[in-house]
């Protein structure tokens, strides 16, 4: 797997209907649709959820390979969760197949199949929140759906600023994580052979470059911010101002539909 195919945090403009929604809107729908995905139980909720989530994609335009390969760093866990649930998922009757202390039931199957589908779908539905909304935008929106807290003196922009920084760096230091391999790599630095602890081991010399270059451009970004005097949300103004438009309000409609409806398959078994 290659650096470059962690595309977590990175930002696709387009003019699509889904960059132009409100970003507060995305993250509701975002936090809807994953919780329809845990009160989904049976095959046609979870072919509802696919096929919404494939319009989604489809719509925004990011394009299904970005998504497969963003796929690519998790697929280890996928997989580990997978075989879990196949193998420790007690069914009734008898096993299908039966080996050693193992057991497979068509539960065990079942069980694996929609736990894997929930895993790539609930980080599918996340990649496309930051394919599709700028970190800007997404810290506006952070910070406008917590200002609740602010009575309870919760630092919110402070919060809010501080997630969007984390995710919007992630690329960077995969950017810069990428180059420091290949510079150690032209002084003879072997990060491909050998088994997993040696792989491990052969990593170890990057943390010193990387803590760093993190630490520079932590202390760069602070220098700017100062300059600029940034003193924090109190007293400022926005470029952008949000403003909840229809295809907000259709979609939050939706969103609560969508959550309704996916709850009463559930109840039903379906």
Same mark, same amino acid.
């Given at each position: 797997?290659?650096?470059?195919?962690?595309?977590?945090?990175?930002?696709?403009?387009?003019?699509?209907?889904?960059?132009?929604?409100?970003?507060?809107?995305?993250?509701? $729908?975002?936090?809807?649709?994953? #919780?329809?995905?845990?009160?989904?139980?049976?095959?046609?909720?979870?072919?509802?959820?696919?096929?919404?989530?494939?319009?989604?994609?489809? #719509?925004?335009?990011?394009?299904?390979? !970005?998504?497969?390969?963003?796929?690519?760093?998790?697929?280890?866990?996928?997989?580990?969760?997978? #075989?879990?649930?196949? =193998?420790?998922?007690?069914?009734?009757?008898?096993?299908?197949?039966? %080996?050693?202390? =193992?057991?497979?039931?068509?539960?065990?199957?079942?069980?694996?199949? %929609?736990?894997?589908?929930?895993?790539?779908?609930?980080?599918?539905?996340?990649?496309?929140?930051?394919?599709?909304?700028?970190?800007?935008?997404?810290?506006?929106?952070?910070?406008?759906?917590?200002?609740?807290?602010?009575?309870?003196?919760?630092?919110?922009?402070?919060?809010?600023?501080?997630? !969007?920084?984390?995710?919007? $760096?992630?690329?960077?230091?995969?950017?810069?994580?990428?180059?420091?391999? !290949?510079?150690?790599?032209? @002084?003879?630095?072997? %990060?491909?052979?050998?088994?997993?602890?040696?792989?491990?081991?052969?990593?170890?010399?990057?943390?010193?470059?990387? *803590?760093?270059?993190? *630490?520079?451009?932590?202390?760069?970004?602070?220098?700017?911010?100062?300059?600029?005097?940034?003193?924090?949300?109190?007293?400022?103004? @926005?470029?952008?101002?949000?403003?909840?438009?229809?295809?907000?309000?259709?979609?939050?409609? =939706?969103?609560?539909?969508?959550?309704?409806?996916?709850?009463?398959?559930?109840? *039903?078994?379906?």
């Amino acid at each position: 797997m290659a650096l470059k195919d962690i595309t977590l945090g990175q930002y696709f403009p387009g003019h699509t209907v889904i960059h132009r929604l409100d970003p507060r809107t995305k993250l509701i $729908f975002t936090v809807a649709y994953i #919780v329809a995905l845990f009160l989904a139980r049976q095959v046609v909720s979870y072919a509802i959820l696919l096929v919404l989530l494939g319009v989604l994609i489809a #719509v925004s335009r990011v394009g299904l390979k !970005s998504i497969l390969r963003g796929m690519k760093p998790i697929l280890i866990i996928v997989i580990i969760t997978g #075989v879990l649930n196949l =193998f420790y998922t007690a069914g009734e009757g008898e096993p299908l197949v039966s %080996f050693w202390v =193992f057991n497979i039931y068509a539960e065990g199957i079942w069980a694996a199949i %929609f736990m894997v589908l929930r895993i790539a779908m609930l980080i599918t539905c996340t990649f496309l929140l930051t394919y599709t909304t700028s970190p800007i935008q997404l810290t506006d929106g952070l910070e406008r759906l917590m200002n609740p807290l602010k009575a309870i003196k919760v630092p919110v922009h402070e919060l809010s600023m501080m997630m !969007s920084i984390a995710l919007r $760096f992630i690329p960077t230091l995969i950017e810069e994580t990428d180059k420091i391999m !290949s510079a150690q790599k032209a @002084r003879g630095a072997d %990060f491909d052979t050998g088994n997993l602890m040696q792989k491990a081991k052969a990593l170890v010399p990057l943390l010193v470059p990387l *803590f760093i270059s993190a *630490f520079r451009r932590a202390d760069e970004l602070a220098v700017a911010m100062e300059c600029r005097c940034y003193h924090g949300g109190e007293g400022r103004t @926005r470029l952008r101002q949000l403003k909840l438009k229809g295809m907000d309000v259709a979609a939050l409609l =939706f969103a609560l539909v969508m959550c309704v409806g996916i709850g009463v398959l559930g109840h *039903f078994g379906l």
